[in-house]
């Protein structure tokens, strides 16, 4: 999946700024898919307007410079689902705090206690998250199987790390290795 794509989806639910769509896939509903930055969002935004594929209106605001606000026009309806009904790319798993207790041999107990208790905190933070994003959106059975999906995940990561923490922390290298 593309950037371009992307933000075609968001449109097909909303108008939003560019601003806005940054929001969207940093915080918002559509922050567990791709990341994306201004620096490819307005270039994807500026080639969807030149292929007419969204539309664009200024709106303005006090103080500031007029808004660009997108919209999806019909040829972008009609071009979304031949854009995704492509093959999805094996999802991306990147993980900091995996590497560390991977080398947990080279840290401190203490850090290593340290970064358990951090990623628990984390991924509660995610749940909370995940079920306010779920409590502000009309639920649909497309939202719901996303969402369900991402607790599923998120849970299950939770329950490891607390059902596992206790035995990587107090593990001695060796035992740690094995």
């Known amino acids: ?16 700024s560019g601003y806005e769509i940054k929001k969207e896939i940093e915080d918002g509903s559509f922050s567990y898919f791709i990341e994306a930055s201004f620096g490819s969002i307005y270039p994807a935004l500026t080639q969807l307007l030149k292929d007419g594929l969204v539309s664009v209106r200024a709106e303005e605001q006090a103080g500031r410079p007029d808004k660009k606000v997108y919209a999806i026009t019909e ?9 995704l009904a492509v093959e999805p790319a094996p999802d991306k798993y990147k993980s900091e705090f995996l590497f560390m207790m991977l080398m947990q041999d080279h840290i401190d107990p203490a850090r290593r206690f340290a ?24 639920p649909t059975p497309a939202g719901e199987f996303v969402s369900g999906y991402g ?24 035992e740690a290795a094995a």
């Open 75 to 83: 040829a972008g309806r009609r071009t979304l689902p031949v854009w």
């Open 1 to 16: 999946m593309n950037v371009r794509t992307l933000c075609l989806g968001i449109l097909s639910i909303r108008e939003a």
């Open 115 to 138: 970064a358990m208790d951090l990623q628990i905190t984390r991924l509660r933070a995610d749940l909370d998250s995940l079920h306010c994003c779920r409590a502000e959106h009309q």
């Open 151 to 174: 607790e599923a995940v998120l849970t299950a990561a939770l329950a490891y790390v607390e059902t596992h923490r206790a035995r990587l922390v107090a593990a001695k290298p060796a």
